[in-house]
């Protein structure tokens, strides 16, 4: 009458390739949420480029006071972050 049940079709996909075929399709969407993290990273949040801000003024004031003496520039807050150097 016909193949019973249990019998695979020969040009059925194995589990295998199916997760080949997810990991290589989920690829996509991955991609597309880590683009959307950055934008919304860059552009929604008023802080979010504080840190590189804190560190910068961190490195600025170390190198102004190596150049013209120990109290030549102060770190200050600016909005709560320590953003603002005072020179003297």
Not at 13 to 42: D, H, N, T
């Amino acid at each position: 009458m016909g193949e019973s049940a249990s019998s695979k079709a020969s040009d059925d996909m194995s589990w295998g390739e199916v997760a080949q075929l997810g990991l290589r399709y989920g690829k996509i969407p991955l991609a597309l949420l880590a683009v959307e993290a950055l934008y919304w990273f860059i552009t929604q949040p008023s802080d979010t480029l504080a840190l590189i801000q804190v560190t910068e003024a961190y490195i600025w004031n170390e190198v102004t006071q190596l150049m013209f003496g120990e109290g030549a520039s102060t770190l200050s807050a600016h909005n709560g972050w320590m953003t603002r150097i005072d020179f003297y």
